[in-house]
């Protein structure tokens, strides 16, 4: 009895850290502005949905919505495809003094080094390139901070694979990118919806490159597109909880749609 009421004392705090916060931006959202910096109610006395339609008609929150969205979508699916095709690589092919067992963490220092560190180079390049404040410059960084984690993730699901099914794909004659294509990708399936998960949740959420990239609507994302809300005098902070919860609308969305592959994807690298 004392054991079992523990663990629902544990699971109960566990549950209020992570949740009190979602109720707060929640409940937030739905107040007026006075009541949040006058009267600090607990909860909506007036419940409205004015904030966001404020957001939408007058803020043009979904230009930065639709925009990272589309720079989230194709940045992880070039990654995905990419560092598909370099985990493979490192796994199936053997490179000269053994490389291929050095590459996958070599990779990661990209990840390693603060994103402040190479901040001023980023720009520059893209600066250089004529991309400032465009889709493709910032899909152009996502895609390369995305690869590294994609080929990292994607080394230890292709090793779990037995090289037997490729080979015997090819012995019926399939090439081995098909046998890559045909065999491989779907077994590794829960895999890639596993590294999609944390990829989509990353670059959905980037906030510094794209502060420094995009200064217009036309390619500012939802991170980028909230800071606006925050003014020199004063903060709009019934619209940037409605921004938050309309912003963590999609990747919730996207969670729900895969989570019966998130876990088999999770355990899939796991034992070795």
Not at 1 to 17: D, H, N, Q, W
Not at 39 to 56: K, M, Q, R, V
Not at 106 to 112: C, K, N, P, T, V
Request: a positive charge.
């Amino acid at each position: 009895m004392i054991r079992a009421l523990g663990r629902f004392t544990i699971v109960a705090f566990v549950l209020a850290l992570v949740l009190l916060p979602i109720y707060w931006m929640a409940s937030t959202s739905l107040k007026s502005n006075r009541e949040i910096t006058q009267e600090g109610t607990l909860y909506p006395h007036h419940p409205s949905f004015e904030n966001f339609a404020h957001l939408f008609a007058y803020k043009r929150f979904s230009d930065y919505l639709l925009n990272s969205i589309a720079v989230t979508i194709i940045s992880v699916l070039v990654a995905l495809v990419l560092g598909s095709l370099g985990a493979y690589a490192i796994v199936r092919f053997r490179l000269p003094f053994s490389l291929e067992r050095r590459v996958g963490l070599s990779l990661l220092i990209l990840r390693i080094v603060p994103p402040v560190v190479i901040l001023i180079p980023v720009y520059l390049l893209i600066l250089s390139l004529g991309l400032l404040d465009t889709w493709l410059g910032l899909i152009i960084i996502y895609t390369a901070l995305n690869v590294t984690y994609c080929v990292w993730m994607m080394e230890s699901f292709f090793r779990e694979i037995p090289v037997d099914l490729e080979e015997a794909a090819m012995v019926d004659g399939d090439s081995r990118f098909g046998a890559f294509r045909r065999i491989v990708l779907p077994v590794a399936a829960p895999g890639l919806v596993a590294t999609s998960i944390f990829a989509v949740i990353v670059t959905f959420n980037e906030f510094m490159f794209a502060l420094v990239l995009t200064s217009t609507p036309h390619a500012m994302t939802m991170p980028r597109g909230t800071a606006t809300l925050i003014g020199r005098i004063d903060t709009d902070w019934a619209s940037m909880s409605a921004a938050g919860v309309v912003g963590a609308l999609p990747i919730v969305l996207f969670a729900f749609l895969v989570q019966r592959h998130l876990v088999r994807g999770l355990t899939l690298g796991a034992v070795k």
